[in-house]
C-alpha cells in the first residue's frame, strides 16, 4: 500500500518503472507484462519462458454430481448437462473423476481442507497443513506485488478459508472487492485513499487519470503490445462499469469526510453476482501480473435464501437445499444453482483465452481448478469429488476417470500443477506422484 516507485531506474529511464505502476491522481495501475518492457531489464524476471498462474476455485457445498460428471473417457467422452454450458472451451477444460483426499473424511468439516489433503479433520486435535497456494508462493519465492490474494464470497472469516500456513493457521480471506480494488490501485495513507476516492469520483475513471501518463509511451509500442494494452484498459473500463451498476461508488455521506470507500454488494442472497464481481477484480490481478496466484471459496455453507436467476429465489438456504432429500423441486433449484455456477465458470475461462498474455492467451499461462471438498453434500460424502482443470499449457478436452471405490489421490494433480509452475518437487499432501494421463501440449 505504501511501497514507493522510483522516478528513474539505474539507466536513467522512466519507462521500467512504469512496466509495474502508471501513476495519476494518486492511482498505481499496473501494467501487463507486454514485449516493450521484455527488450528492457527487469530485475532478471523474464527468461523468455511466459510465468505460470493458478486461480484455484472452490464451492464448499460443491455440485449435483449426476448432472456433472460425463459419460465415456478419454477425448470421446459425452459432455455431461453441466458441462454443456462449457461446450465451446471444451479443448480447453479436463474433467476428472474418481479423485479425492485419503482419510480427509467428516462431511462439511473437510471444507478447510480442499487444498490441503490434510486427514481426519473431525478428529480431536486436528490441526491443519499448508495450502497448495501458500505452497507454491514459499517455494516460488517474492516474484509479484502480491504473493497470492485469498479471496472469499459471503464467506465465514473466522472458521473457512482455502488458504493456510505452514503450521496450519487458517488466513482469513479478502471478502471485500472494494478493499481488494484498494489493495490493487490506492496507494498511500488512509487519508490519502480518501482524497484519492474522492478524486475518481470528481474523474469518474481510474483510466481518465493516467491518460497523459499512457499517451507518450503507447507511441513507443508495437502493435501487438498496444492491442494487449488496449484489452488490458477495456478489462478496467468493464470492471468500472459492473462497479458502476451495482453501487460500488456510491456517495454515503460520513462526518468530515468528503467521501467513504466504494460499497461491496452487501446482499449476501446477491451469491453469483457477487462471485462474478470478485472474479473481474481477479482477473485483472492476474492480467496485471499483481499476482500470479489466486484462491477463492464460495461460502455456499454460510449463504441463505439466495438469488436463482430474474426475480426467483431458492426456497431455502443454500445448506438445507443442498440436502435435498431427492425432493424433485429441490433438485430443481440446485441445478439452477450449479448452472449459474458453470456459466460463470465458462465467462471467466473465455475472458482468460480472449486475454492476450506473454506469447500466448493469459489461459495459457493459468490454471484454472475448480472443484469441491463435497462429492455428494446430500449424503456428506467427501469421495469422487467433482474436479475441473482448465488452461495451463496441459493438453485437454478429456474425461480423465479414475477407480470410483478406490480413489486416487487428489494430491497427485496438485503436484502436476506444481511442478508446471516450475517448483521441483514431486509431493505433497496426500500424494502418490504425479496424475497419470494429464500431459502438456508439445508447446507447454
Known sequence: MTDRIPARDHHGSSMTN??????????GLTLPLLEYFQAK????????????????????????PGPFFPTGTGADYKLSPYLNELADLRGDFTVFSGLSHPACLGGHSTENCFLTAAKHPTKSGFRNTISLDQYASQRLGRQTRFETLNLGVNIDRANRSLAWTRDGALIPAEDSPANLFRKLFLHGSPKEIESQLHRLRLQGSILDTIHQSTRQMTLRMGKSDRY???????SI??????????GEWASKPKPEAPEVPPSDITERHLLFEKC???????????????????????????????????????????????????????????????????????????????????????????????GSNMGDANIHS???????????????????????????PLSNLFVSMIQRMDIESDEFGSSTGTLTGLDLTPSG
Not at 18 to 27: I, K, N, P, Q, Y
Not at 45 to 61: C, K, V
Not at 228 to 234: A, K, M, S, V
Not at 328 to 342: F, K, Y
Open 276 to 370: 462474478e464481481q470478485m472474479l473481474a477484480i481477479a482477473l485483472l490481478a492476474l492480467q496485471s501480473d499483481s499476482t500470479r496466484i489466486v484462491t477463492l471459496m464460495i461460502d455456499a455453507f454460510a449463504t441463505p435464501v439466495f438469488h436463482l436467476g430474474d426475480e426467483e429465489k431458492s426456497s431455502t438456504g443454500y445448506h438445507n437445499l443442498s440436502h435435498h432429500g431427492r425432493d424433485p423441486a429441490s433438485i430443481a433449484q440446485l441445478e439452477q444453482a450449479d448452472r449459474r455456477q458453470m456459466k460463470m465458470l465458462a465467462s471467466l475461462l473465455a475472458k482468460l483465452k480472449d486475454t492476450s498474455a506473454e506469447a500466448n492467451s493469459l489461459l495459457d499461462s493459468t490454471m484454472v481448478l475448480y
Open 382 to 408: 467427501n469421495t469422487n469429488l467433482p474436479i475441473l482443470l482448465a488452461g495451463g499449457g496441459f493438453r485437454h478436452g478429456h474425461h480423465i476417470a479414475f477407480d470410483h471405490d478406490n480413489n486416487t
Open 41 to 64: 531489464s527487469l530485475g532478471g524476471e523474464n527468461n523468455g519462458t511466459p510465468p505460470q498462474r493458478m486461480l484455484l476455485i472452490s464451492n464448499n457445498l460443491g455440485v449435483l
Open 237 to 246: 473500463r468493464e470492471l468500472e462499469e459492473r462497479i458502476h451498476r451495482s
Open 228 to 234: 494487449r494494452l488496449d484489452q488490458y484498459f477495456t
Open 18 to 27: 512504469r512496466r509495474r505502476f502508471l501513476l495519476g491522481a494518486g492511482v
